[in-house]
C-alpha cells in the first residue's frame, strides 16, 4: 500500500498536468513543465510516471467510474458514452485542447484501451472496436466536420449503419 507521501506526490503531479492543459496545448508540455508546477525533480515524476501520456491516461482513466449499464452503453452506443463521459468528466479540457492532435491520440487510446477491458475474452466483441477505428479515422484523414466530443448521437447512427453519409454535392 503506498504511503501518504507518495499518494500525495501522485496527486500533485496530476494536479499539475490538469492546471496546465488548461493554460497550454498538450502536445507543448513538457516533462519539466509538469515538475516545475508539481514542485518536484522531474526524476520524482518518472518515479510515478513513464511520461507525460502515462499520466494523462492515469488521469482520465481515474475520472472514468464504470457502473453495471456501462457495458452494454459502450457497445450500443460508443460515442454516446464518449460524450456523456467528457460532459462529465473533461468538457472545460477539450475545449482547450480539441485542435491538440497528441491529445487527442491520448485520448482515443484511452477510450479504446477501455473497450477492449469491457470486452475481456469475448473477441467477436473486437469488430466493434474496429468500427470506432474506422470512423476515427475517418474523421482525422477526410477532415470530416464531427467531433468524437459533441457529435454522439450522428457518430453512433454511422456506427449502427456501418454507412458514411454521403458527401456533399
Not at 119 to 136: E, H, K, M, V
Not at 152 to 165: A, E, M, N, V
Request: glycine share 2%.
Amino acid at each position: 500500500m503506498p504511503d501518504k507521501r507518495s499518494i500525495r506526490t501522485k496527486r500533485e503531479i496530476q494536479r499539475a498536468l490538469n492546471s496546465l492543459i488548461q493554460q497550454v496545448p498538450f502536445s507543448k508540455i513538457t516533462v519539466n513543465m509538469i515538475a516545475k508546477e508539481a514542485m518536484i525533480h522531474r526524476n520524482t515524476l518518472y518515479l510515478y510516471y513513464a511520461d507525460k501520456y502515462a499520466l494523462l491516461t492515469e488521469i482520465f482513466e481515474s475520472s472514468i467510474t464504470i457502473n453495471t449499464s456501462w457495458r452494454q452503453n459502450l457497445l450500443d452506443h460508443p460515442f454516446l458514452l464518449f460524450n456523456e463521459i467528457y460532459k462529465q468528466s473533461f468538457h472545460n479540457t477539450i475545449v482547450i485542447q480539441q485542435n491538440d492532435s497528441e491529445f487527442d491520440e491520448v485520448i482515443t487510446k484511452c477510450f479504446t484501451d477501455l473497450f477492449a477491458s469491457v470486452i475481456g475474452d469475448d473477441y467477436n466483441q473486437y469488430f466493434l472496436l474496429g468500427r470506432i477505428s474506422a470512423i476515427i479515422t475517418w474523421i482525422n484523414r477526410t477532415g470530416q466536420p464531427y467531433s468524437i466530443y459533441k457529435d454522439g448521437d450522428k457518430l453512433d447512427h454511422i456506427y449502427t449503419t456501418q454507412q458514411f453519409p454521403e458527401a456533399n454535392k
